[in-house]
């Protein structure tokens, strides 16, 4: 076999091998939402949810619990003002967190959500929220973010207990915070 049909065949070998990356790269969102499904981790909240189609259902009530944590290299302090909440299904519901940048110099932070159990996440409705938005804190500001939500209705009945979780994580280096100077 000559050199010039040996180097043809490594090229389309690594033609093909570039395609098949590239094609897994596509494939992966579709495969995280299944193994996500599978395993009951992440789950991820229902798209947009008109408060005006709800209907509150006072015969239950469903315990939502509150969970903030930092990702490794964030330094914030951060925190829901209550652990939990009674909410009655189909009830427009706000928690407040606080976040406050204990540092020299500004930050910039982003949340991203969790619901737990995964299986009710798609009847876990935010319709405002601190994730939607990075957040951007100067030297020593503390903020409050609100979180409005409703539990849909149609909650199956054997789940009275849902956790709402965020991670905090520090953006600075992706979007640096624009520092405030005072006039």
């Not at 009275?160 to 905090?168: D, G, P, Q, S, V």
Request: glycine fraction near 4%.
């Amino acid at each position: 076999m000559s050199e010039a049909t040996s180097n043809r065949r490594l090229v389309i070998r690594l033609l093909v091998v570039v395609l098949g990356m590239f094609g897994f790269g596509f494939a992966l969102v579709p495969i995280y939402d299944v193994m996500c499904q599978a395993f009951g981790i992440n789950g991820k909240t229902a798209g947009a949810y008109q408060a005006s189609q709800s209907v509150v259902d006072e015969s239950r009530q469903v315990r939502v619990q509150f969970l903030a944590t930092n990702s490794a290299d964030m330094m914030w302090e951060f925190h829901p003002v209550a652990d939990e909440v009674l909410v009655h299904p189909g009830q427009s519901t706000e928690m407040i967190f606080i976040a406050r940048n204990p540092s020299d110099k500004p930050m910039s932070a982003q949340a991203i959500p969790s619901v737990a159990p995964s299986t009710a996440a798609a009847f876990f409705h935010k319709t405002e929220c601190f994730c939607f938005t990075q957040q951007v804190l100067q030297a020593g500001e503390r903020i409050e973010m609100p979180v409005r939500f409703i539990v849909d209705k149609d909650l199956p009945k054997d789940v009275r207990h849902l956790t709402l979780a965020y991670t905090l994580f520090d953006i600075t280096e992706r979007k640096p915070p624009v520092a405030q100077t005072t006039p």
